[in-house]
């Protein structure tokens, strides 16, 4: 893992794995066509010797192909994250997550670049029948676009590492948090709080509980399987890690914490039922044992996660005017 | 259940299901790009008043609509089914099933269509962990692009079945056999013998163990459970079946049984290995408790499976020369 090549490299989560690889001392190109991603996160990177940025889109497979020559490791993190509203354009999330996923193996083949580490989501569990939720768990039902689309990602890596020997690491992701980040429920209620301190609403009933994981965890997490070179010892060549942490929270504790750290007392208002939104998962809280076991554990607890995100929202609110 | 599009009408199963939904008195749009699918197969069934066919590729979205409108059931059964060559071209199962199962559901969703019964495999278990192998098996790790790819399909139909109110049947096949059958073991085995009865090549080591299952059973399980409206009852609008015997045979069994109805004795020659190819699954046997709890159970077993799929063979060498 020497010249790495990062797709959605101005995202949130991508950023912060360029920098984090590039104080490492690894070379990166990153690959990002901005339609959500934020140049203003690549700032210090562009500063960078190692760093080269090609602003492209995943659905045009020869520019993919030829920005991935040279590397020899790829991080697929780019998709369309949007999972509330997906139901709204069907197209999008099977675009850019299922045919995204499927230039970027086709782009690794033509390049001959082998080792892949892939953002999947604890989603693609549906609505799980074990919980703590076990990498093994049963095979579940999808309840969203976006959840089936990473599970086709995940398939595919499968079939291209047993296919192909490619080296695989899928990663299903509880909701992180931190730095950058730029979507969710904080991003929301902090927006809420911003333009009407007084009255926050709130999807669902509150009691939805979630898992939430700090980004700088979660980078962590991702370099110490693949450092350590674990799916070359595995069956098939490619392991399979829930990423989060060993809590969960309910929304309304979230709520709790974001109003203790801003100093304000909103009235709650809520949408009700037990769902957010069609297909919003009322539990989501993963096991993490496997990742453990591999010598991981995060720094920051979800307050902790919560509450560094919001230091960061307030210090950088020219977030909220690119996104509409 | 009275107006039925079929994809993949003019194959193997596509044909067969023409004629016993046409026998029930439905009507029935039979759609089918006839790249593997054999116009006289739907012979008979052009001759009935309530049958069109309509030539089409499911990539094709605005026709592939056009054709379905008026429609209230849709079998989805075309599919790129060349397992053992997927890695020569990826893009394959990737277009023909992947691309084309959407193509299907937003057709569908164009339409007004909710009801989708979906041929998936029991490919999508990898190699399973646990033998018989029921539905709800620990997530499993996919080893063919073609497993990956009906397990894309899968997880959409899921997603649409939640998010759109679809009705959704997924059928988890073992390899069907019976009178069209033009691809497989038996087909192949049955072409060598016809070119050299006295030699006879086989991939792997001959113990691979396999499950079949008789393309009439197969049939009646899917109408069985559509029919009674078992989705419906379902949490999430989807029912998941295997379809299968309760039995498997050896590679060796079934050369067996294929000699000894022709009255040959051929020198078996074996390529070696427990896997015919990469990604064959040397074990495949699917547990079938749900779908005869449905109230299902197969006619024929797999040897006179075997027996009717080399009668009809022999009385039809012409799909021979369709097939290179």
Redesign the interface.
Same mark, same amino acid.
């Given at each position: 893992m020497q010249n790495i090549f990062i797709t959605g490299a101005a995202g949130f989560i991508g950023s912060s794995l360029v920098d984090r690889l590039l104080a490492d001392g690894k070379g990166v190109v990153g690959w990002d066509n901005l339609s959500t991603g934020q140049e203003r996160f690549l700032e210090g990177a562009r500063q960078h010797p190692k760093f080269r940025f090609i602003r492209g889109d995943n659905l045009d497979l020869d520019s993919l192909s030829s920005a991935m020559k040279g590397c020899d490791t790829v991080f697929h993190l780019a998709a369309n994250a949007d999972v509330r509203f997906?139901?709204n354009h069907?197209?999008k999330d %099977?675009e850019q997550n299922?045919?995204a996923t %499927?230039n970027v193996? +086709?782009a690794m083949?033509a390049n001959g670049v082998k080792t892949i580490a892939f953002s999947s989501t604890g989603s693609v569990? *549906?609505?799980a029948s074990v919980i703590p939720t076990p990498?093994? @768990?049963? %095979?579940?039902?999808?309840?969203?676009?976006y =959840? =089936?689309?990473k599970?086709?990602g +995940? *398939?595919?890596i499968? =079939?291209?590492c +047993? *296919?192909?020997s490619f080296e695989g690491y899928v990663f299903r992701f509880v909701s992180i948090l931190g730095e950058r980040y730029t979507h969710g429920h904080v991003f929301d209620f902090y927006k809420q709080l911003t333009e009407h301190p007084g009255h926050l609403k709130v999807l669902g009933d509150g009691t939805q509980r979630k898992s939430y994981l700090y980004v700088q965890d979660c980078l962590a997490a991702m370099l110490q399987v693949m450092n350590a070179g674990l799916a070359l010892k595995a069956? @098939?060549r490619?392991e399979?890690f829930n990423l989060g942490t060993d809590h969960y929270v309910q929304v309304n504790d979230s709520i709790r914490y974001i109003c203790s750290a801003l100093g304000l007392k909103p009235r709650l208002e809520y949408t009700g039922g037990e769902r957010g939104w069609?297909?919003d998962n009322p539990f989501i809280f993963l096991e993490t044992k496997k990742i453990r076991e591999a010598g991981w554990k995060p720094a920051l607890t979800i307050e902790q996660g919560i509450g560094r995100t919001l230091q960061w929202l307030q210090a950088n609110r020219w977030v909220y005017e690119t996104r509409k």
């Open positions: 997906g139901l069907p197209k %099977f299922t045919v %499927f193996l +086709e083949r569990y *549906g609505e990498e093994d @768990h049963p %095979f579940p039902v999808q309840t969203s676009l =959840a =089936a689309s599970l086709s +995940e *398939g595919m499968h =079939a291209y +047993e *296919g192909y069956r @098939h490619v399979v069609i297909g």
